[in-house]
């Protein structure tokens, strides 16, 4: 295959939460400017086609197809010669480069699969290095303490090359701060950067000024819906600022088009309205204080039924603490795939957390979305959330009847 990442132009995004965010708002930016975009992103909701977007079109499936065959003929040549067989999500980040070259994007946002310094995306040289943030997930793998998160993601900052951080604990910026110093990587000041709310934010997105390093751009229609994409939105921002050295300009009009009209699925999305249903991604702590702030800012004290499952290394009862706030009621399913062999334990913790508050298991998805319809009372609404493996099924029984 030789070494297609190296014709690339990249933008390298990792952190705990938001990097589907930063990398679908940049992504949208730039491709309504009229440049050619590809974006490299993980999980997916439906299908693998989703992970590889050109201007925010999934490859097609004869593609995807070939460049896997093209692949799999290399992986042979490999394990013949006695080399280790790669893992599936090196063999997807391969084809994404591939792609991309063959595609001639003229920028690629490349989003972390895990951690950051020994993530097979970490072969590139970006223009811009971000993390957006750092959190306890994957902590069997990353490690049990913010320090040694942090270390991790920060093996994606590269020697002279821009830094764009979001809001984190002061243990874990000061390490992210230090690999930076030792890389000589300026770290961009996102204090710049301002992002105001006017008004209450609904379910329809919200509305913003932005401060732009210094260039004011009032009313701007945010399409994202929740009070934590402000803060996805600012990070975004620096990158487009961090591009214009690498004479990648943004109109202002051409931004302001972009954010008017963003949606991205899985994300607080509306799937039905009457009755009101929402589905989000969140699979960790973070994710779910971030969605239970959100929807409380927007519904207030609205009774919810709660649709919820976890995979078996997740902090479910962190979540379920954010979460079971204003739930009248709580079903628990199972994701999908062997990650999830201990589903149950979610209504376990439920029970110990919400004894008064009763909780359902169906271990269906589809038969559990039913559930949490029919158990709906008047002017409640129903959340589906936890998990990439869960929101697959559930969001199709909306989205294709």
Do not use: H
């Given at each position: 295959m030789g070494r297609p990442e190296k014709e690339l132009k990249c933008i390298h995004v990792a952190g705990t939460n938001g990097k589907g965010s930063v990398t679908f708002i940049t992504a949208s930016i730039l491709s309504t400017a009229g440049y050619r975009v590809g974006r490299f992103s993980s999980p997916h909701l439906h299908s693998y086609l989703?992970?590889?977007?050109?201007?925010?079109?999934?490859?097609?499936?004869?593609?995807?197809?070939?460049?896997l065959d093209h692949i799999q003929y290399q992986v042979n040549s490999m394990t013949t010669a006695g080399q280790e067989h790669p893992t599936e999500f090196e063999v997807l980040t391969a084809l994404a480069f591939q792609y991309f070259k063959d595609s001639k994007v003229d920028l690629a946002v490349i989003e972390v699969g895990l951690g950051g310094v020994y993530d097979s995306t970490n072969i590139i040289s970006p223009l811009v290095s971000v993390i957006t943030g750092v959190d306890y997930d994957h902590t069997a793998v990353l490690g049990n303490n913010l320090a040694e998160i942090a270390e991790n993601k920060a093996g994606i900052i590269k020697p002279g090359?821009?830094?764009?951080?979001?809001?984190?604990?002061?243990?874990?910026?000061?390490?992210i701060r230090a690999k930076a110093s030792i890389e000589n990587a300026p770290c961009f000041d996102l204090d710049t950067i301002k992002v105001t709310l006017c008004g209450q934010p609904g379910m329809e997105g919200q509305d913003i000024d932005i401060d732009f390093v210094g260039q004011e751009i009032a009313g701007v229609h945010f399409g994202l819906v929740g009070v934590h994409q402000l803060d996805n939105l600012r990070l975004s921002l620096g990158i487009i600022h961090l591009l214009e050295k690498h004479s990648f300009i943004v109109p202002i009009s051409d931004m302001v088009k972009a954010l008017t009209h963003m949606k991205f699925p899985g994300r607080m999305e509306i799937v039905s309205r009457n009755p009101l249903v929402i589905v989000d991604a969140g699979h960790n702590p973070q994710a779910a204080r971030a969605l239970a702030t959100s929807l409380n800012s927007i519904l207030g004290e609205r009774k919810k039924v709660l649709l919820c499952g976890y995979l078996d290394d997740k902090d479910a009862e962190a979540a379920l603490s954010s979460l079971g706030v204003n739930a009248s009621k709580c079903v628990v399913s199972r994701p999908e795939g062997e990650r999830a062999k201990k589903w149950?334990?979610?209504?376990?913790?439920?029970?110990?957390?919400?004894?008064?508050?009763?909780?359902?298991?169906?271990?269906?998805i589809e038969i559990a979305v039913e559930l949490g319809l029919q158990l709906l009372g008047?002017?409640?609404?129903?959340?589906?959330?936890?998990?990439?493996?869960l929101l697959d099924r559930a969001r199709q029984q909306f989205t294709n009847p």
């Open positions: 989703e992970r590889f977007t050109i201007d925010g079109q999934q490859i097609e499936a004869g593609q995807f197809k070939e460049y090359i821009p830094v764009v951080a979001g809001a984190m604990s002061e243990e874990a910026w000061k390490v149950y334990r979610v209504a376990e913790l439920w029970n110990k957390i919400y004894p008064g508050t009763e909780c359902y298991m169906q271990e269906d008047d002017d409640e609404y129903l959340l589906i959330t936890g998990s990439f493996y």
